[in-house]
């Protein structure tokens, strides 16, 4: 049984519907990538799995460790170990990171209350690895963050909050290559048998940094075809048109 | 004395018990400077019309709820009283407590000692200092306003106090004055002037507060006056119990090179009425007003702004920030004013409401009134719920609904109260903050 599973999953926001029977299963230790033109629902089932109030799943189930989690919030969600890093994070004026940091790391801690010590210690050393100014910690949540700001921040939390299973959500978006590097740096070192890593994305070049195990391809909805690392060179030769061939052929 | 020529008005001038018998009780073995000075005040508050509802200031707010004629002067005993010491007060250098004990002046850190900085009643003043108060008591105003209450409160002030800098006084610690009015059916009449030399650098407090139950008025007058490169914040807090009535009125002139703070927190009391006006006056002179209102149980709190410029190159820069809930009404008003000539002015008016549930209402009405070219003045204002993308991004991160909602609303204020010279009160604003929102 895979740590992650998501069943015949159908989700909408109003009246349209998005996902439409999204299969897939992600285990601790392993690293899948998720590609898909745009508009074919990639954010949309990032957004579905953490618990977005805008969307509502009609059909299927999706299981975190054998237990479903679509009646939690999202913050009981994140407890249970699940982590989204936004593709476009909010800012929130007056709410600094320091405590922004020290309210969700206390959230998780068994008595409710991190010491503040070893908290500090540990967010400095991640703002240092991921090169962060110190300063940071006294800014407003990504109040006037330019683009790669924002996501190492993003990053930073990943670090901090140690999920289980993480989802980044085209984390490569605008960012320049440098930017791209310090992302990738933090996601290798998050790596290993205790992190299952679900990387969406658009376009290839963030799976340069970061290999993928396994690429799944979802296009109107569903996932039209999964397969191993080389299924990443055929995509960036071939072209999307060529996953619609594949499909008409096996339709 | 020459009388101004107003149009007669068909409300009489006088409010409530605020007469000429009033006024002869208060000038009663006064220094002649005061008793001019109130005269003087009388003179032009008998001939303003009287507020009512076709003002446009008080549209959203008619004076006939401060019920003016119920209310009698505050009995303050002539005795010193004892300085009773709280916790909170190491913040402070000096200390004053108004009440129905007396009033109580405390220099903690002996920063009065030597004379440099001036701390003490009007009367004392007016003996010690009279010609510096004869140029400046009644004068913060800018050219021209009219304003009835703080004529009023020039007439009939039952308690005041003269803060005075000489040049380069440089105050770590600052100066709180405590009001609290036990007496029920009573008005507190507080005066303060405050005159900062050049170079000078000093914060004030004032804070109201009263039990709950016991109906009191407060029509509080304070000027500010700041000469070059004199840099001064002062932080007003309207925390009133349940039955408290206020109506205040700051005004603050400002020369070359200073800049004046003006922090108006209003989160107590029934209902409030204040208005905060600042005139940069000289090149280089700069206003920050700050403030923060919270009406919720049906209170009503207005507040007025004006950020006057009287001179080119002169900045100004405002941010009130409100919430409403439980039938809590806000009115928020706001006018820049720039005059002829005065180009290279830059000022900036923001009101931000975070409006909680659908019983509360929030007004806001910012305005610019601009006569030059070549400046730059902007205004804006908001209003809305909590930010619904905002707090699903902090329960996905773990936090718990109801903490995620408190730390936006908290952050919502910080952006005010965070630039509060004194933590004391910070840590009392949010501690407000958090009741009311009921978390």
Redesign the interface.
């Known amino acids: 049984m895979s740590y992650l599973q998501i069943k015949n999953l159908h989700a909408r926001t109003g009246d349209i519907e998005i996902l439409k029977g999204v299969n897939l299963e992600i285990n601790k230790g392993e690293v899948h990538a998720l590609m898909g033109p745009n508009g074919s629902g990639k954010s949309t089932l990032s957004s579905v799995i ?4 805008d969307y509502e799943v009609t059909e299927g189930d999706i299981l975190l460790n054998g237990e479903s989690i679509l009646e939690m ?3 009981e ?3 249970a170990g699940l982590f ?1 890093c ?1 593709q476009y ?2 800012a ?4 600094s990171i320091s ?2 940091m020290k ?2 790391v206390d ?2 801690h068994p008595e409710g209350k991190a010491p503040a010590g070893p908290f500090l210690k540990e967010m400095r050393e991640n703002m240092e690895y991921l090169d962060m100014d110190k300063a940071f910690a006294n800014r ?1 949540l990504n109040e006037g963050f330019s683009g790669g700001e924002k996501k190492r921040m993003e990053i930073l ?1 990943m670090m901090m ?1 140690k999920p289980s299973i993480a989802i980044m959500d085209e984390t490569d978006s605008g960012l320049d290559i440098d930017a791209l590097q310090v992302v990738a740096k933090g996601v290798n070192k998050m790596r290993g048998p205790d992190l299952g890593l679900l990387v969406i994305t658009h376009y290839e070049r963030i799976l340069t940094y970061i290999n993928p195990q396994f690429l799944h391809i979802l296009m109107e909805g569903k996932i039209v075809m999964s397969g191993g690392p080389e299924l990443v060179k055929t995509l960036e030769e071939k072209g999307y048109d060529w996953v619609r061939e594949q499909i008409a052929v096996t339709a | 004395m020459p009388t101004l020529n107003l149009p007669l008005t068909e409300t009489p001038s006088l409010l409530g018990g605020f007469d000429e018998n009033l006024l002869e009780q208060s000038r009663k073995g006064e220094h002649a400077l005061l008793q001019a000075k109130r005269t003087a005040a009388f003179e032009s508050y008998s001939q303003i019309p009287n507020p009512d509802r076709f003002h446009e200031e008080y549209r959203r707010m008619d004076p006939a709820l401060f019920q003016i004629a119920k209310f009698s002067p505050m009995q303050i005993p002539e005795a010193a009283a004892t300085y009773k010491a709280l916790a909170e007060d190491t913040n402070y250098d000096v200390v004053i407590s108004v009440s129905s004990e007396g009033i109580a002046v405390e220099d903690c850190n002996g920063v009065l000692t030597d004379g440099n900085l001036v701390v003490m009643p009007l009367d004392q003043a007016a003996r010690e200092h009279s010609t510096l108060l004869e140029q400046s008591l009644g004068a913060g105003m800018v050219p021209g306003e009219q304003r009835k209450f703080l004529d009023l409160n020039g007439a009939f002030w039952n308690v005041g106090f003269f803060i005075y800098a000489k040049k380069g006084v440089d105050l770590k610690g600052g100066i709180l004055i405590r009001y609290h009015n036990d007496q029920a059916d009573t008005v507190l009449l507080p005066r303060l002037v405050v005159v900062a030399e050049s170079l000078t650098r000093f914060a004030i407090a004032e804070q109201f507060t009263s039990p709950d139950n016991v109906k009191t008025l407060c029509i509080s007058g304070r000027e500010l006056l700041l000469d070059a490169a004199a840099d001064v914040k002062l932080v007003s807090l309207q925390d009133w119990g349940n039955e408290g009535l206020h109506i205040g009125e700051d005004w603050a002139r400002v020369k070359r090179d200073a800049k004046v703070n003006l922090f108006s927190m209003t989160v107590g009391g029934k209902v409030s009425k204040m208005t905060v006006g600042c005139d940069v006056c000289e090149p280089n002179a700069n206003a920050y007003l700050g403030g923060m209102f919270f009406a919720d149980r049906d209170q009503h709190f207005d507040q007025k702004t004006l950020q006057f410029h009287s001179s080119a190159d002169t900045y100004s820069n405002m941010l009130y920030k409100g919430a409403v809930k439980d039938n809590g009404y806000s009115v928020y008003q706001g006018i820049i004013r720039a005059l002829k000539n005065c180009v290279g002015v830059d000022s900036y008016q923001t009101n931000n409401n975070l409006v909680l549930d659908p019983t509360a209402r929030a007004d806001s009405l910012p305005g610019l009134i601009i006569d030059a070219d070549e400046l730059a003045c902007s205004h804006g204002a908001t209003f809305g719920n909590i ?4 707090l ?10 109801g ?2 909602r408190r ?2 609303v ?6 005010v109260i ?1 630039r509060i010279p004194f933590e004391n009160m910070q840590d009392h604003l949010h501690a407000v903050i958090e009741r009311k929102f009921g978390v």
């Not at chain 2, 930010?387 to 905002?390: A, I, K, P, S």
């Not at chain 2, 699903?392 to 609904?401: H, K």
């Not at chain 2, 908290?410 to 952006?415: H, L, P, T, V």
């Open positions: 953490m618990g977005h109030p919030d999202p913050d969600r994140a407890l989204l936004f994070p909010v929130i004026p007056g709410v405590n922004f309210k969700a959230a998780r407003g939390q909050f | 930010d619904q993308e905002q699903y991004y902090l329960r996905s991160r773990g936090i718990p609904e903490e995620a730390m936006l908290m952050g919502f204020f910080d952006e965070d």
